[in-house]
């Protein structure tokens, strides 16, 4: 994800004309460009094929279900200002429990929905679930989204 971010910004930029400016992107964004930008050509081809590998043992699961269901968070919806991308020390501390479930189908490409499941006692805040396929599964997650609205509208 750190390569292509860099890529995108670099391809935005050369087309601007200019280099990247301080509210071009959030704190946290600015953070993870500089990072992935000073990472060797060979870390980032590294980190790249073991995501793929990564996938592929997620992807085995495949062969016997047609998804994956799981949360979409690890803990109850934080308070606000829990994840600021203003404070990227805050997100670096605290976005690892959130994005527990979400993160090996950000890393690999496996395509994953959250879908709304209700809201928590405490707070009455929204709850989600997340269905996963297999790559190139999108059009299952997207039936299956119909299918899940139609029986359980969700309320807007």
Do not use: K
Not at 100 to 113: E, I, L
Request: charged share 20%; hydrophobic share 45%.
């Amino acid at each position: 994800m750190g390569a292509d971010l860099v890529a995108r910004l670099d391809a935005r930029l050369a087309r601007l004309g200019r280099p990247l400016a301080d509210d071009d992107v959030e704190p946290f964004t600015r953070v993870l460009y500089e990072y992935y930008r000073a990472l060797p050509a060979a870390d980032v081809s590294r980190a790249l094929r073991r995501a793929q590998e990564i996938g592929w043992e997620v992807g085995a699961a495949f062969h016997e279900f047609d998804v994956l269901l799981g949360p979409t968070l690890a803990q109850p919806v934080p308070p606000l200002g829990t994840l600021d991308t203003a404070d990227p020390e805050s997100v670096y501390r605290h976005a690892p429990v959130y994005a527990a479930f979400t993160s090996v189908h950000n890393v690999t490409g496996m395509p994953a929905m959250s879908v709304p499941f209700g809201h928590d006692r405490a707070n009455g805040l929204p709850l989600g679930v997340q269905f996963a396929a297999c790559l190139g599964g999108e059009g299952v997650l997207l039936a299956l989204a119909a299918q899940l609205e139609e029986a359980a509208p969700w309320r807007s």
